[in-house]
């Protein structure tokens, strides 16, 4: 299924297999992938609703719409709603990848796989994080700031803002290294994934936009729907599917990953 550089007419990556080769392991593990999903997007949409942090919730208090849902602006509930959530994302990137296991128990995926692990998959959600964070928010001051009228001065600033947008999209594409590690590989093995992923960088960018565009539309449609249906029932009903289609997108992202590791490192194995 995957294609190893040996000469210069083969290439690492095989777009057509790269774009479908999350949504087949998925389909190949339905129920184990539903299951877990199922679970953890009921959890946290559990947990936003009662602790007043749903995604409709600034909507609602936005459009000051009193539909019996409680709704909390406690800067520190939000804080603690995101440490929370990128908790349960680490918690189901080490479950995600199990389940082409075949199991017996109902929640086997709930079963202990170590502190160290767990750690290990927070680490790399919040460095994917950071990276989009840094590149976000230096994209919006580029966006708000001043101009100065001394050039030298805008040059330097304008050079050294888009060095480190540069430097965030470099550790993103490459971000296999710390799917590696996470699958108890070396914590960055940069010498063995740059050049062929520079090599196929198109490839892994149209695949990001099409998993992007696509989650996108589905994202808006079922706002749109919930919005127009809106009552107590139904924002409960929206958080279960947002987070469902949120760890979805995290599971096609995460076997995207992991074919790209296959790929690059199927010569080792």
Not at 30 to 56: E, H, Q, W
Not at 81 to 108: A, H, P, T
Not at 158 to 177: G, H, T
Not at 184 to 207: A, M, Q, S
Request: hydrophobic share 55%.
């Amino acid at each position: 299924m995957f294609f190893i550089k040996d000469d210069e007419n083969k290439s690492v990556f095989s777009f057509i297999q790269g774009l479908t080769y999350p949504l087949i392991v998925i389909n190949n593990n339905l129920k184990n992938f539903l299951s877990i999903t199922c679970f953890f997007a009921f959890t946290m949409a559990v947990l936003s609703f009662f602790s007043g942090k749903s995604f409709l919730c600034g909507l609602l208090l936005s459009a000051d719409m009193d539909v019996g849902v409680f709704c909390s602006s406690s800067n520190f509930l939000m804080i603690i709603s995101l440490v929370v959530n990128f908790i349960v994302i680490s918690f189901y990137l080490n479950r995600i990848g199990m389940i082409d296991m075949k199991q017996e128990k109902r929640f086997w995926f709930l079963q202990k796989i170590g502190l160290k692990q767990e750690l290990k998959a927070f680490l790399v959600v919040c460095l994917y994080l950071l990276l989009w964070g840094v590149i976000c928010g230096i994209g919006y001051v580029l966006k708000i700031r001043e101009v100065t009228p001394d050039w030298k001065n805008e040059l330097s600033i304008f050079v050294l803002l888009s060095s480190l947008i540069i430097l965030a999209f470099f550790f993103l594409f490459n971000f296999v290294c710390f799917i590696r590690y996470l699958h108890g590989g070396r914590f960055f093995e940069i010498k063995k994934t740059f050049l062929p992923i520079f090599d196929e960088i198109f490839k892994v960018i149209f695949w990001f936009l099409i998993y992007f565009i696509i989650f996108i539309f589905l994202f808006s449609n079922v706002f749109q729907y919930f919005v127009a249906h809106i009552n107590f029932y139904s924002v409960f009903a929206c958080e279960f599917c947002l987070y469902f289609l949120l760890y979805f997108m995290i599971a096609v992202m995460y076997f995207s990953f992991e074919y790209q590791e296959k790929a690059l490192f199927i010569k080792e194995e």
